[in-house]
């Protein structure tokens, strides 16, 4: 297949479409599973590189110039203690982290298992679900939130 790509007799360069074809955009699916899986490794990592990280990142804005947790500080602690099976300190970490470990995870293999079966498996919503459902999450972090700092204060 190579033999054919390159320059001919008259030096002009020809490729064949089977060797330089342009990369194929990949499914809003694969796109989600990517992430997942991303996800959930460093969930899995993280413990091995959070000295390095704490080291090199400033670490939460919102909470160095207010002196509170933002809604979403302690969710990578969280995620990574839910993937190491430590539920007592990934829910006082983050009350969500654990929940949102599960489903991201659960998402993650279903939409692999399509890839693999080549079928459906999850119905897919439409976006006045995903926008209700994207309101409701705001909803649940603002309660966590609240509730996290009425039961464990702003140093967790």
């Known amino acids: 297949m190579l033999e054919n790509a390159g320059a001919t007799e008259k030096g002009e360069v020809v490729s064949s479409p089977h060797v330089f ?18 996800i959930i490794g460093a969930s899995f990592l993280y413990p091995h590189v959070k000295g390095l990280l704490e080291a090199v990142t400033p ?13 979403f500080c302690g969710m990578t602690r969280s995620f990574a203690a839910t993937a190491g099976g430590r539920w007592e300190e990934a ?3 983050h009350l969500l982290g654990p929940p949102l470990f599960v489903l991201v995870a659960a998402l993650t293999a279903l939409l ?30 603002v309660m966590a939130w609240v509730l996290r700092l009425a039961l464990f204060g702003v140093n967790v």
């Not at 074809?21 to 991303?38: C, F, N, T, Y």
């Not at 670490?59 to 809604?71: A, I, S, V």
């Open 59 to 71: 670490g939460c804005l919102f909470h160095r110039l207010t002196g509170l947790p933002c809604l």
């Open 112 to 141: 692999l298992m399509e890839k693999a079966l080549t079928r459906r498996l999850l119905p897919r919503p439409g976006k006045a679900f995903l926008k209700g459902a994207a309101w409701g999450f705001l909803v649940l972090l």
């Open 91 to 93: 829910f006082r970490m």
């Open 21 to 38: 074809s342009p990369r194929k955009a990949l499914s809003r699916e694969d796109e989600l599973m990517g992430a997942g899986a991303i």
